[in-house]
C-alpha cells in the first residue's frame, strides 16, 4: 500500500502505472472485499497525486510572447482555456 511518503516520492509515471495495476485488479473482481477497498482507497490517493502533478506542470509551463514585429518578447504563463 503506498503511504504519504511513498507517495511523496513517486513520480507521475510510476504513480500512474501503480493507478493501472489497481484497475487492472479491481476490474478482474477476484480480490478480496477488504482488499478491493484498500485498493481502492490507495487508487484515490494515487490519482490526486497525478492531478496535483499535472496541475504543477501545466503552471510551469510557459508561452513565448510574441511583440509586434514578430520577435519573442518575453514569456507569459500558460494558458489552458
Known amino acids: ?3 504519504q511518503a ?9 504513480a500512474l502505472r501503480r493507478l493501472e495495476e ?3 485488479t479491481l476490474e478482474k473482481g477476484e480480490a478480496p472485499l477488504d ?3 484498500e485498493l481502492y482507497q490507495e487508487g484515490d490517493r494515487l490519482k490526486r497525486h497525478c492531478e496535483a ?3 504543477d ?9 510574441l511583440g509586434s514585429d514578430g520577435q519573442p518578447a518575453g ?5 489552458a482555456g
Open 6 to 14: 511513498d507517495l511523496a516520492a513517486l513520480s507521475f509515471e510510476d
Open 35 to 37: 482488499q478491493s477497498i
Open 53 to 55: 502533478r499535472l496541475k
Open 57 to 65: 506542470a501545466q503552471a510551469r509551463i510557459e508561452q513565448i510572447a
Open 75 to 79: 514569456l507569459k504563463p500558460f494558458d
Open 22 to 24: 489497481i484497475v487492472r
Open 1 to 3: 500500500m503506498t503511504d
